[in-house]
T-cell receptor
Framework: TQLLEQSPQFLSIQEGENLTVYCNSSSVFSSLQWYRQEPGEGPVLLVTVVTGGEVKKLKRLTFQFGDARKDSSLHITAAQPGDTGLYLCAGGNSGNTPLVFGKGTRLSVIA | DTEVTQTPKHLVMGMTNKKSLKCEQHMGHRAMYWYKQKAKKPPELMFVYSYEKLSINESVPSRFSPECPNSSLLNLHLHALQPEDSALYLC????????????FGSGTRLTVV
């Protein structure tokens, strides 16, 4: 069974601070996706990384896929209250195998 | 249309009731999913439909019965639920291309009384 461990589970920071969320596995994935979920809503895809060592930037968010395709990180620069939410990483495999979700990191950014 | 639409948004039902949750997408996605999410937890996979056929049932109790009438619609029929079944039920769809991920609906908040 493939597992994804996310850390930290909870994070509460002040507006303007930087943070990094980690997603680790002992298994290799063909892709790693990051979603953000706000209360009462479904998760929304932020990014998919597919190549080992790949780095993608989305405004103040930087996503990295590990060289061995077993881990990923999400770095947020100058966090804002609008970044508050549940961040989920999900590992994908080729074919029709469903995504494997991590347990999530609950981020709270305080103004 | 790039959305997954779920109805109703909220549902309160008694333990003897029968109700249905509906999910619709018009993106041509051939895979559709039901997830259950309890408060402060990640989504848990329940069912997967691929090309309108049930491909995965994650040992879900028979009081939950999925149905895929056509490639755009997914239903979840509920009968004789328990209070512990109260949760956010999420529907998702995917094209099968990993780069594009899953598109989730906003969910149905179910309360069983």
């Amino acid at each position: 069974t493939q597992l994804l461990e996310q850390s930290p589970q909870f994070l509460s920071i002040q507006e303007g601070e930087n943070l990094t969320v980690y997603c680790n596995s002992s298994s290799v994935f063909s892709s790693l996706q990051w979603y953000r979920q706000e209360p009462g809503e479904g998760p929304v895809l932020l990014v998919t990384v597919v190549t080992g060592g790949e780095v993608k930037k989305l405004k103040r968010l930087t996503f990295q896929f590990g060289d061995a395709r077993k881990d990923s990180s999400l770095h947020i620069t100058a966090a804002q209250p609008g970044d508050t939410g549940l961040y989920l990483c999900a590992g994908g495999n080729s074919g029709n195998t469903p995504l494997v979700f991590g347990k999530g990191t609950r981020l709270s950014v305080i103004a | 249309d790039t959305e997954v639409t779920q109805t109703p948004k909220h549902l309160v039902m008694g333990m003897t009731n029968k109700k249905s949750l509906k999910c619709e997408q018009h993106m041509g996605h051939r895979a559709m999913y039901w997830y259950k999410q309890k408060a402060k937890k990640p989504p848990e996979l329940m069912f997967v439909y691929s090309y309108e056929k049930l491909s995965i049932n994650e040992s879900v109790p028979s009081r939950f019965s999925p149905e895929c009438p056509n490639s755009s619609l997914l239903n979840l029929h509920l009968h004789a639920l328990q209070p512990e079944d109260s949760a956010l039920y999420l529907c998702a769809s995917s094209s099968g291309v990993e780069l594009y991920g899953y598109t989730f609906g906003s969910g149905t908040r179910l309360t069983v009384v």
